[in-house]
């Protein structure tokens, strides 16, 4: 079945440093891949998403690559803020069983310091 | 716009009682998803809704657990019998059609569930 494997965290990191988060997928069929930000007590938001092939999401700074050949989303941001520390989620939905489900990674902790 | 409302925001029940956990969707949303986050984990899919419709349901456990989304009113999960294990975060998601390539989920803020 579909799944998403995330890099294990807390990733812990100084103001304006280089993010890098790495996810990979496994899928039949063409799906969709996210990224959802979640911060303490709150529920999740999107991030960002591409719904195809060498597609680039991005918003507020991060950014992600659609990479079929590597079956990859990895998300970067090239100088991360302390406003930044969430947990991060990885997704993917669609493929050959398209019903808007999302599978979820097991989401990267990012701490942010000053 | 109102986003997605779910209530209550924190649940405490002590073991072999119910849990009700409500869900209003956005406006204009018909399609609702609920997911349960255990503490230091990933969300996992539990079931997918429509109006009066059960569409998947491959994540609800056999027993105990049970969803609807009636014609009018919020989407309910109920979790009957209680049990320590069922503490958790649970949150609700919509959307408008169901596709997700191009209606991404909407998330509530979840209702955290301690069960004594």
């Known amino acids: 079945g579909n799944s998403v494997t995330q890099m294990e965290g807390p990733v812990t990191l100084s103001e304006e440093a280089f993010l890098t988060i790495n996810c990979t997928y496994t899928?039949?069929?063409?799906?969709?891949l996210f990224w959802y930000v979640q911060y303490p007590g709150e529920g999740l938001q999107l991030l960002l998403k591409?719904?195809?092939?060498?597609d680039k999401g991005s918003n507020k700074g991060f950014e992600a690559t659609y990479r079929k050949e590597t079956t990859s989303f990895h998300l970067e941001k090239g100088s991360v803020q302390v406003s930044d520390s969430a947990v991060y989620f990885c997704?993917?939905?669609?493929?050959?069983?398209?019903?808007?489900?999302?599978?979820f990674g097991q989401g990267t902790t990012l701490q942010v310091k000053p | 716009n109102a986003g997605v409302m779910q209530n209550p925001r924190h649940l405490v029940r002590r073991r072999g009682q119910e849990a009700r956990l409500r869900c209003s969707p956005m406006?204009?949303?018909?399609?609702v998803y609920w997911y349960r986050q255990l503490p230091e984990e990933g969300l996992k899919f539990m079931v997918y809704?429509?109006?009066?419709?059960?569409?998947?349901e491959s994540g609800m456990p056999k027993e105990r657990f049970s969803a609807e989304f009636p014609k009018e009113g919020p989407s309910i999960l109920r979790i009957q019998q209680v049990v320590r294990g069922d503490s958790a975060a649970y949150f609700c998601?919509?959307?408008?059609?169901?596709?997700?390539?191009?209606?991404?989920?909407?998330f509530g803020n979840g209702t955290r569930l301690t069960v004594t």
């Open positions: 998601a919509s959307s408008p059609s169901g596709q997700g390539n191009n209606s991404p989920l909407h």
């Open positions: 809704l429509q109006k009066e419709n059960i569409i998947d």
């Open positions: 997704a993917l939905s669609g493929g050959s069983s398209n019903t808007g489900k999302l599978i």
């Open positions: 591409a719904t195809k092939a060498d």
């Open positions: 899928a039949t069929g063409y799906p969709s």
């Open positions: 406006k204009g949303h018909s399609h």
